[in-house]
């Protein structure tokens, strides 16, 4: 079996995208529109990245959840970004559960990842019927 070699990029995008969150949430911006400061465009772009690429790691597949951990929560509902981030998540465990001798954990690992992937389905069901409902009221 070929392995790569190149070092997963998905580690650090998420250090910066960690300080850029933490900038976002604390006193830096003051009063000015989250629209208006590059940081938080910078911290989409990494999201984008984190979840769109596919990890080459376990630990990048644990960025890619701890992206989806940060915004699937019963306050918030995921977007597009998450979605490629479990999707991309889910396969690379998935192929690396090949390379470890370690079943019971990755047996674990793949029950969380279902666990998550049934709360991301409720809450994309939630959001198309918020939309829907938004989109009748303008109407």
């Known amino acids: 079996m070929q392995h790569d070699h190149q ?3 998905h580690p650090a995008w998420l250090a910066e995208w960690q300080r850029l969150i933490d900038w976002c949430n604390g006193p830096e911006p003051g009063d000015r529109d989250m629209q208006d400061c ?6 989409l772009e990494l999201e984008e990245l984190i979840g769109s690429t596919p990890a080459r790691t376990l630990a ?5 959840l701890r992206i989806m951990r940060q915004w699937c929560t019963k306050e918030s509902l995921p977007n597009d ?3 490629a981030a479990l999707e991309n998540a889910m396969a ?8 470890v001798t370690v079943p019971m954990v990755l047996q674990q690992m793949t029950n969380l ?7 991301f389905g409720e809450q994309q ?6 939309h829907g409902e938004r989109e009748e009221e303008a109407a």
């Open 7 to 9: 070092p997963d990029p």
């Open 113 to 119: 990842l279902r666990d998550i992937t049934a709360l």
């Open 125 to 130: 069901e939630e959001l198309r019927r918020i």
């Open 92 to 99: 690379t465990v998935e192929r690396l559960a090949g390379e």
């Open 81 to 83: 970004t998450c979605d």
């Open 38 to 43: 590059p940081e938080w465009h910078r911290s």
């Open 60 to 64: 990048g597949a644990l960025c890619q």
